[in-house]
């Protein structure tokens, strides 16, 4: 079938993201479970068989689910014991630096891979100081960290090695959970991921022993109706979460498959555009949370901001994870290591980057009428050329 008029806005909005809605029935049945036991939360029986299933399913050994991904970041800090200083990346959502901050941290700003958008090992070395107590990276879009490389930097200078794992839900690296690297790597399933609770999250600890210190913390530190053991807060996944995240993992094999065949799309649409970087090819490991393309303006003929307005017209909403950089928020922008001049990879990524809509609201047919709405935003003729080059199989 072919797209249809790239000039003709869309009758109804396409979201960048839209939460994977699983089948109504089947999840009123979980309920019904849920309503007949009378247990809404503190680890009832929804609760601990989602936990067993992402174990299984995310390859890792101890696994706690939270009620936020920022909760189990948090929490995962709190557990190794960060302060003074922690090298972090720019290049994420807000949540990765907070949660140093309300431990009293300071997150120092190192520069990211011009490749994957992640930390570059290279940086971190320099900025280690002897108030350093670890590292938290990010495995931005699901794109893996170096995490050779960041093993080997935090066990030659004794850090603690954390991820923040909010996109990498099903990623694996040469086989293995990406989970199961570092010491601690914390999921995030916002309504707005490729697996979701509506809220909620998930931390993996490699520790066995770190992994009950968490589940203390996430529980008021309560060991037993007689003994509390840690001053924990309350981060629990509640009975109605857990029940919707098993309704969706019934449905996931399709969400990702969708992506997938969306992701194959905007390659083909939008193949040998000057100035527009495209992400390698999907993969079937897991990932697949953002189509992100790099818009150089110089050379596409109109800005990514301008892009993004113009589909905004046309009734495609996109966003620009991460614009602005955690370094230029106005309550990490006077630390040294914020100066624009030591993150200059991490500010031309901020700059350039656009994530197109990717879920499996989403149909083929409007993949490809989007390609040819961004091949007519670049510069004169390229349009028509693309017309005829894009149909759908
Ligand atoms: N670390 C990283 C690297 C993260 O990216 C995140 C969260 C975290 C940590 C923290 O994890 P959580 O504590 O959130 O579990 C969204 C999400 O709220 C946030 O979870 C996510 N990262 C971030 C990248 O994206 P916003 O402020 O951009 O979301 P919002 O409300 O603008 O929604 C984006 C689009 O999604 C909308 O255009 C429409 C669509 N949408 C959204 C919701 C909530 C729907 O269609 N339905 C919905 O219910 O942060």
Same mark, same amino acid.
């Given at each position: ?14 979201? @960048? ?18 309503? &007949?036991?009378?247990?809404?939360? /503190?680890? =009832?029986?929804?609760?601990? %068989?989602? %936990? ?7 390859? @890792? ?5 939270? /009620? ?30 907070? @949660? ?33 107590? =670890? ?58 991921? @490729? ?38 807060? /309350? ?7 857990? &029940? ?30 000057? !100035? ?102 670049? &510069? ?5 050329? !693309? ?7």
């Amino acid at each position: 079938m072919a797209p249809a008029d790239p000039t003709t806005p869309f009758d109804t909005p396409i979201h @960048v993201v839209r939460p994977r809605l699983p089948d109504l029935e089947g999840f009123v049945e979980r309920l019904r479970t849920v309503w &007949a036991s009378g247990w809404l939360t /503190n680890g =009832g029986a929804q609760h601990v %068989e989602l %936990e067993l299933r992402l174990r299984q399913m995310l390859g @890792v050994s101890s696994l706690s689910l939270f /009620n936020n991904g920022t909760m189990a970041l948090l929490t995962a800090c709190r557990a190794l014991s960060l302060g003074g200083e922690v090298i972090t990346t720019p290049f994420t959502f807000p949540a990765t630096p907070h @949660v140093l901050g309300w431990l009293g941290a300071t997150p120092v700003f190192a520069d990211i891979d011009r490749a994957t958008l992640t930390i570059d090992p290279g940086g971190i070395e320099p900025l280690i100081t002897p108030q350093t107590t =670890g590292i938290l990276a990010v495995h931005v879009y699901g794109t893996p960290c170096d995490v050779d490389r960041l093993e080997d930097i935090a066990r030659r200078h004794g850090l603690k090695l954390v991820y923040d794992a909010a996109h990498a839900f099903g990623v694996r690296v040469g086989g293995r959970g990406i989970g199961t690297f570092g010491d601690a790597s914390a999921f995030s399933f916002h309504a707005t991921k @490729v697996f979701h609770t509506a809220e909620g999250g998930a931390l993996a600890c490699r520790d066995p022993e770190l992994g009950d210190h968490v589940a203390l913390l996430r529980n008021f530190g309560i060991r037993n109706e007689e003994e509390v053991e840690l001053p924990g807060l /309350n981060g629990k996944m509640n009975e109605l979460q857990a &029940a919707l995240g098993l309704s969706v993992l019934d449905g996931l094999a399709d969400e990702w498959h969708a992506r997938r065949q969306l992701s194959a799309v905007y390659r083909t649409a939008l193949a040998d555009l000057p !100035g527009l970087t495209l992400p390698g090819p999907a993969t079937a490991e897991g990932g697949l949370l953002y189509y992100v393309i790099r818009v150089d303006g110089d050379r596409f003929g109109c800005s990514r901001d301008e892009l993004q307005r113009r589909l905004r017209e046309l009734n495609v909403f996109t966003r620009k994870y991460f614009y602005p950089l955690c370094s230029d928020y106005p309550c990490y922008r006077h630390l040294a290591s914020a100066a624009p001049s030591s993150l200059p990879v991490a500010r031309e990524a901020a700059a350039q980057v656009l994530c197109l809509p990717l879920h499996a609201g989403v149909t083929p047919e409007q993949a490809a009428t989007i390609g040819l709405m961004i091949r007519s935003c670049a &510069a004169g003729g390229i349009a028509a050329a !693309g017309m005829a080059a894009v149909s759908i199989r």
